[in-house]
C-alpha cells in the first residue's frame, strides 16, 4: 500500500542500551517530533521500555494509535558478548579435528558448556564422508541437564547441510530448546568460525527473546499495535521474529543503527562516527556517506563471527566502566574497563540507604579492599547451571544492595561473582566515570553525593611511593575523565591507523607510539612534530557532550556535536531499511561439470551459464521471501556474481562462483483509519 503525499505517518524508534532506553518520534522520516529518555531496567526490561516510550508520547501529543511502525535497536547483544554474558549452550560439532575447538576459541566462547565432537561431515564438493552417529548424539542430548539451547555444527554444511537438518530433526523430537545451526547463520566457509557463531548465537538466544517480548507486550498495553522491526548489525531492519531466531545478527545493533542516525542528523559523506555508551564505545568510518560492511566478519570482543555487519570497532569503554587502580610504580594510576559496573550515583538514587554504608566505610581509619562496592541480585537463578560454591555466594546476596565486602569471603569467590554476573544473575556497583562526573557537576541526574563518597573511598589507596592517591574527590574526578579521555583518544587513533594503507606496523603500535604522542602535544625542539587526526568525528551518546570536546582538542580534529546525538540509535532504527542478503557457491568436481550447492544438497550441471541461472533465480526467490517475510515491501534486488577461473593451457577454467542477492524495501506499516 502506498500513502497520498498528503498523508503524514508517524515512526516510532527505540533503543534498548546498557544504561538508557531512548525513544524517539519522527514525522515522516523527516522531522523529529520529540525525544525522551529511561533508565534501561535489566531485571524487567519492559519497565524501561515503557517509561521511554510514555515519556516520547507525552512531549509529542501523538496518539499510540497513530503509529505507524516500530522499529527497535540494541546494544544488548553486543554487550552480552563483551561481559561473556548469556544462557547456557549445548554444542554438537561433527566432523572437525582435534584442535579446532581450542585453535579457533569455541572453547573460549562455551565457558565450560558441554560439546559432543563426534563423526560425520563432508567434503568440499558436498559429499559425506563419513556416516553421522545418530545415537551416539541422541544418547548424550538425553543425559544433558541445565542447558538452555543448542548450536549445531557440521564440517562443509555450506556445501552441504543434510548433517545438520537431521541433528536439527533429532533434537526438535527429544526436547523444545531453540536449536542454532551453522548453516542458518551463513552461506561462507570456515567451519569452526561458523560453529563460534552458532555458539554465541545460542548463547543470546534467551536475552534477544526477553527484550523482544518485554518490548511487544509493552507496545501492545499502550495500545501501539504498529509491526515491530529490529535494527541488523549492518543497519538494516529485520522482522522481530527472525531477530528471536537469529539474535547474532543483531550483535553490533546499537553502532550500526547510531551510523546511520549519524548520517541521516548530518549528512558527512568523510569522517568517523564515534558512539559512547554506558558500557562500550563503538568508532566506525563513513565513507561516501556510507559505513563500510567487515568482510571478514563482526568482531565483538575477542570473537571473530562470521556475521555480516558494519565494519565498527568497540571497546569495553564507556560512562559506566569499572574504575581500576593500578599500584604499581612510584606515581601509581588509573584504568577504566572494559566491564561495567553500576554508577554508585545511580544506586544511591535507586537505594537511599548506600548512604549509610558509605558514612560507616567513611569513618574507618584503615580502607578496605572492597570499599564502595556493592552487589545486589537482579533475576532468579537456575541452580543446576551454578556450582555449589556459587550457590553459597549467591546465598548472601539480597535484591537490595549488600557491601561487597559481606559477600565475598575468601579470594577464590571472587570468580563466583564473576560466574554471577556473566549468567545476568546479579549486579556490581562502584566508582565509574559517570560519579566522577557528578562530582565535578558535568552531571546532575543521579545522587551526587554518593558519588563523592564513593570517590573519596577509592581515592584512599595508596601510590607505590606511599602517597595518597589523590587529595580530593575532585582531584581524583578530574584523573578518571582525564583518563577517559585519553583511552577514547587512543581507541580513535587506533580506528584511524586501521584505516590507513600505507604503514606496515600494527595500528595498536602505531597509536601508541612517542612521536604520536608528542605530535599531539606540538613538540618544538631540534625536531618539530605536529600530528592529529585529519578527518572530523561525529560524538553521539547522552554524554558525548560532556566528554568529546575535550577529547576533540586532544587530537586536534573538528568535533561535531549534532543535534539529537542522545537519541541518534533511535533515529537510526527507523530510518533504515529491510535488506535481504542470501550467497550460494558453484564448484566444479571435474571439467564440465558444475555443482550448485542448494541447501537442501548439491545439483549438477554440464551448462554453466544454466548452473549460474539455476542458483540466481533460486537466491532470488529466497531474497525476495525473506524481504517480504521480514515486512518489505516496494522490494528492489541486485545480483553480484563472482566468478573465479584459473588459466591453464591458454584456456580459462572454473574454479568457483560466489553468488550474491540482495532484496531490499521500504518496511511496510500498519493501516491506519
Request: with cysteine; charged share 25%.
Amino acid at each position: 500500500r502506498k500513502f497520498s503525499e498528503s498523508k503524514v505517518t508517524f515512526f516510532l524508534g527505540v533503543d534498548t542500551g546498557g544504561t538508557y532506553t531512548d525513544a524517539v518520534i519522527l514525522q515522516d522520516e523527516e522531522k523529529v517530533i520529540a525525544s525522551a529518555k529511561a533508565l534501561t531496567s535489566r531485571q524487567d526490561l519492559a519497565i524501561g521500555i515503557s517509561e521511554a516510550v510514555r515519556n516520547v508520547l507525552n512531549k509529542s501529543s501523538i496518539k499510540p494509535k497513530d503509529i505507524s511502525l516500530v522499529s527497535l535497536s540494541t546494544t544488548l547483544a553486543t554487550n552480552a558478548l563483551v561481559e561473556d554474558q548469556g544462557g547456557s549452550v549445548a554444542l554438537i560439532f561433527v566432523g572437525f579435528r582435534d584442535g579446532d575447538l581450542t585453535k579457533h576459541k569455541i572453547h573460549d566462547a562455551l565457558k565450560g558448556d558441554p560439546v559432543l565432537q563426534t563423526k560425520g561431515g563432508h567434503n568440499h564438493a558436498g559429499e559425506e564422508t563419513c556416516q553421522l552417529n545418530i545415537e551416539e548424539i541422541k544418547k548424550w542430548i538425553l543425559n544433558l541437564d541445565g542447558i538452555s539451547a543448542f548450536a549445531i555444527a557440521s564440517q562443509f554444511a555450506t556445501r552441504n547441510a543434510a548433517h545438520e537438518v537431521k541433528i536439527i530433526e533429532l533434537i526438535k523430537g527429544l526436547t523444545d530448546k531453540p536449536i542454532t545451526a551453522s548453516h542458518q547463520l551463513s552461506s561462507k566457509l570456515n567451519g569452526p568460525r561458523r560453529a563460534l557463531t552458532a555458539v554465541l548465537n545460542a548463547r543470546l538466544i534467551g536475552i534477544i527473546d526477553q527484550l523482544i517480548s518485554r518490548c511487544e507486550i509493552t507496545l501492545s498495553r499502550m495500545s501501539i499495535n504498529a509491526p515491530l522491526m529490529v535494527v541488523r548489525g549492518d543497519g538494516a531492519l529485520i522482522s522481530s521474529s527472525e531477530a528471536r531466531e537469529k539474535p547474532i545478527e543483531t550483535i553490533l545493533s546499537g553502532p550500526a543503527a547510531s551510523i546511520v542516525g549519524a548520517k541521516w542528523m548530518t549528512d558527512l559523506t568523510l569522517g568517523f562516527v564515534s558512539d559512547i555508551g554506558g558500557t562500550t564505545t563503538d568508532v566506525a568510518l563513513l565513507k561516501d556517506g556510507r559505513p563500510a560492511l567487515d568482510p571478514a566478519g563482526a568482531r565483538v570482543g575477542n570473537f571473530r563471527t562470521m556475521v555480516e555487519a558494519v565494519a565498527v570497532r568497540t571497546t569495553g569503554l564507556g560512562g559506566d566502566s569499572q574504575v581500576h587502580f593500578l599500584s604499581e610504580g612510584l606515581k601509581g594510576g588509573l584504568h577504566l574497563g572494559p566491564k561495567r559496573l553500576v554508577p554508585i550515583s545511580l544506586l544511591a538514587h535507586q537505594e537511599p540507604h548506600i548512604h549509610d554504608i558509605l558514612d560507616e566505610q567513611l569513618r574507618t581509619s584503615a580502607p578496605g579492599e572492597y570499599d564502595g562496592k556493592f552487589v545486589r541480585l537482579i533475576s532468579n537463578p537456575v541452580e543446576h547451571s551454578l556450582t555449589s560454591r556459587d550457590m553459597k555466594v549467591l546465598s548472601r546476596i539480597e535484591r537490595n544492595s549488600k557491601p561487597l565486602k559481606s559477600v565475598i569471603q575468601t579470594r577464590i569467590e571472587i570468580k563466583s561473582l564473576e560466574r554471577l554476573v556473566s549468567r545476568g544473575i546479579v549486579q556490581v556497583s562502584g566508582v565509574t566515570p559517570s560519579d566522577a562526573s557528578h562530582v565535578l557537576k558535568n552531571m546532575t541526574t543521579w545522587d551526587g553525593e554518593a558519588a563523592e563518597k564513593a570517590i573519596t573511598l577509592f581515592g584512599r589507596r595508596r601510590k607505590g611511593s606511599g602517597d595518597l592517591l589523590t587529595e580530593t574527590a575532585e582531584d581524583l574526578s578530574r584523573m578518571i575523565i582525564a583518563q577517559l579521555h585519553r583511552q577514547t583518544a587512543l581507541f580513535l587513533l587506533e580506528s584511524a591507523f586501521h584505516e590507513e594503507d600505507k604503514f606496515n606496523q600494527p595500528a595498536e603500535e602505531l597509536a601508541n607510539n612517542i612521536l604520536m604522542f608528542e605530535g599531539l602535544t606540538g613538540h618544538k625542539n631540534i625536531v618539530k612534530i605536529d600530528t592529529g587526526l585529519n578527518l572530523p568525528v561525529v560524538a553521539l551518546g547522552a554524554s558525548s557532550g560532556s566528554y568529546y570536546p575535550a577529547i576533540g582538542d586532544l587530537l586536534k580534529c573538528d568535533m561535531i556535536l549534532p543535534k539529537h546525538s542522545d537519541v541518534a540509535n533511535a533515529i537510526g532504527a527507523v530510518v533504515g531499511r529491510i535488506t535481504m542478503r542470501v550467497q550460494g557457491s558453484i564448484t566444479s568436481p571435474s571439467e564440465g561439470q558444475f555443482r550448485v550447492h542448494f541447501p537442501h544438497g548439491p545439483k549438477d550441471f554440464l551448462n554453466e551459464e544454466k548452473a549460474l541461472t539455476s542458483l540466481e533465480n533460486f537466491l532470488l526467490d529466497k531474497a525476495i521471501n525473506k524481504a517480504r517475510g521480514s515486512g518489505a515491501e516496494d522490494i528492489v534486488t541486485r545480483v553480484f556474481r563472482d566468478i573465479k577461473k584459473a588459466k591453464a593451457e591458454a584456456q580459462h577454467m572454473f574454479v568457483e562462483a560466489i553468488l550474491t542477492v540482495e532484496a531490499s524495501g521500504r518496511p511496510r506499516i500498519s493501516e491506519k483509519i
